[in-house]
């Protein structure tokens, strides 16, 4: 699935970013507000938290590369398109909800979009079938992206996210035992070596049941 609109429109943000340092504005006023189980590093909080959307990002292109491959090596492309399809037009129609946000606020807004459908889509096949239907867990990161956006609106994104899944089951598009009926873990182990939650990889921690989830940059 042909995913360079979706990164020429990430690299035009990247470019209005750098003239404008919009979003990073926007995070200067947000750091004292943030949840308190978002941890931030002692200096240079804005840079690291910016890298993370950044990354958070990109990750969808990868993401629905990866799964475009996956499924297709899988036999599967029926169940995953509606949902790769959805995540693509976050990015090329977005939804009303998000006029009035531009650069790599938008961006943000989308990329969470996208990141929540496949993470609900997948809570709601280990529901019924005790297997996701790609590989990818970004809860972790969709947690501190949830806190960046902020409340209410990040409510409002993960409602409309509930709404488009619950149209995609009672549709039967993709819910179906079929989407499992091949045993994928052992393929997915490695592909998960390639798309690790984003949390393993950079400077923003996220506290969970009590415990402190350390990311390092590399």
Known sequence: MDTVNIRQAIAAAKAH?????QLACLLKARVSSLHHAVQLPPQNIVPALLNFILHYIDQVPEFIDAVDSIANECNITDYTEPVITIAKEF??????LIDGHEGLNALMDESYLAHR???EVNDRFMCCYNTPLVPM???????IIHHLVGEPFANQLDQAVHLI????QNRDLVFVPEACKEDRSKRWESDLQRWPCLVDNLSVNLLLNG???RIVIH
Do not use: H, Y
Request: avoid cysteine; charge should be negative; charged fraction near 20%.
């Open 137 to 143: 867990d970004m809860t972790r990161s969709n947690l």
């Open 117 to 119: 459908l496949i993470e």
């Open 211 to 213: 415990q402190t989830v």
């Open 91 to 96: 990015f090329m129609q977005p939804p009303n």
């Open 17 to 21: 970013e750098k003239t404008t340092g």
């Open 165 to 168: 899944t619950d149209n995609l």
